[in-house]
């Protein structure tokens, strides 16, 4: 009994620190976050202006994104915080979406700007050929996991 005691209590153990480490590992392996006179340049010249909102349905308290997201002809700035998870994406959506199914049901018609290292702002380029004013949603989504992060409509 005392063996099968200690087997289920290392078990836990191990199980913990590998939940741990997967929830840690982003937060220590990012690089910095862009400077405030980047993130500026961004807001300067926006065309567009959104909202991420942790009140979400598909947010919960490990998986939101809160702040404004900045949107120019050839740029996003996020000024805010997003909750810390790996392989995060930015995409851009036509539809307003709130949850992972709505995302998994309009995938085909977004576009994805790149890979979000940053948990507070964060700064992308717009892929050649990618206008914003061809969708109205910005969107982070968890690739690794599939989960819905954080949208924010702005148009």
């Excluded at 307003?96 to 507070?120: H, I, P, S, W, Y």
Aim: charged residues 15%; hydrophobic residues 45%.
């Amino acid at each position: 009994m005392k063996k099968f005691l200690l087997l289920i209590s290392h078990g836990l153990m191990l199980a913990l620190g590998f939940a741990v480490g997967i929830y840690l590992l982003p937060i220590l392996t990012q690089p910095p976050a862009p400077a405030e006179q980047q993130l500026g340049e961004v807001a300067a010249k926006a065309i567009y202006t959104g909202q991420f909102k942790r009140d979400l349905k598909g947010s919960d308290a490990f998986h939101y994104g809160n702040g404004t997201l900045y949107i120019s002809e050839t740029a996003i700035s996020f000024d805010g915080v997003l909750a810390p998870g790996p392989d995060y994406r930015l995409y851009l959506s036509p539809v307003f979406v709130e949850t992972k199914a709505d995302f998994l049901a309009n995938k085909a018609a977004m576009v994805q700007v790149g890979e979000v290292r940053t948990f507070n702002d964060f700064l992308l380029n717009l892929p050649e050929g990618v206008s914003p004013a061809d969708y109205s949603t910005a969107i982070v989504w968890c690739e690794a996991f599939s989960m819905f992060i954080t949208a924010g409509q702005y148009q």
